[in-house]
């Protein structure tokens, strides 16, 4: 059974907010969405893969329930998934990206 944390964490002024749902033991997969969306975009996805997956939903600066900031940006995509992985102590996951959620993954 999946648990749900979902979380705000401060990354410089801005507060990032992202979903995890708990399989320990399985393998993660990191959904970045697009500009102008939001991790609701996964919403399919997730009731697919949460039985046999660990699944992180992250939503980027000033999208969804995270905040606008004038010094974060989709540019810290990168430093700010470091920041939430290390926070959850996982290692490795698989990333699917959409759009610029595919730019930042790369």
């Known amino acids: 059974m999946n648990d749900l944390l ?3 964490i401060r990354f ?3 507060g990032i907010y992202y979903k995890l749902y708990e399989n320990r033991g399985k393998e993660t997969i990191l959904f970045l969405h697009p500009y102008g ?3 609701v975009l ?3 996805q997730v009731t697919f893969f949460k039985r046999e997956y660990q699944l992180l939903i ?5 999208h969804g329930q995270s905040s606008i900031s004038s010094s974060v940006t989709f540019e810290n995509g ?3 998934i470091k920041v939430i992985l290390d926070q ?8 699917v990206g959409v759009s610029e959620g ?3 993954a790369q």
């Not at 992250?58 to 000033?62: F, W």
Request: proline share 6%; with cysteine.
């Open 6 to 8: 979902d979380q705000t």
């Open 12 to 14: 410089k002024d801005a």
């Open 37 to 39: 969306s939001s991790g």
């Open 42 to 44: 996964f919403d399919t």
């Open 58 to 62: 992250i939503d980027l600066p000033g």
């Open 78 to 80: 990168p430093e700010i």
């Open 88 to 95: 959850l102590n996982i290692d490795s996951c698989h990333i």
């Open 102 to 104: 595919a730019v930042i």
